[in-house]
């Protein structure tokens, strides 16, 4: 189980951004992996929301979140994160970091989540 530190969640209002940050310093192989998002609501399927293949050079959104929310890696701090922006109720979801063992195709049953994931909620 890789252990990252993950940032906070929010209470925001829409139309407000947030950068989620996933650390996984301790894994070695974090250049390796290609790495995702996904959220989960409560009473509501996981969706995968968005990811990079492992050369970094591919990236995949859901239609939900495309040209409001940004995957990025910084192999330097070992780190994931994404920028959310023009936050909307319908974005109100735990958000976890993961492992996508499907290569950057963001297929949901093939995100493996690091950590506990993270709660953001957006008000109206």
């Known amino acids: 189980q890789v252990q990252v530190q993950e940032s906070a969640g929010a209470l925001l209002q829409t139309g407000e951004s947030l950068r989620l940050s996933c650390n996984a310093s301790g894994e070695k192989d974090f250049d390796l992996f290609a790495l995702g998002w996904f959220r989960q609501a409560p009473g509501k399927a996981p969706e995968a929301i968005a990811c990079i293949n492992w050369k970094r050079d591919t990236t995949h959104y859901a239609d939900s979140v495309k040209g409001r929310f940004t995957i990025s890696v910084d192999s330097t701090s070992v780190t994931l994160a994404l920028q959310m922006n023009d936050l909307k109720p319908a974005d109100s979801a735990k958000y976890y970091c993961?492992?996508?063992?499907?290569?950057?195709?963001?297929?949901?049953?093939?995100?493996?989540?690091w950590g506990q994931g993270t709660l953001v909620t957006v008000s109206s």
């Open positions: 993961a492992n996508d063992k499907s290569g950057g195709r963001c297929l949901t049953s093939y995100l493996e989540a």
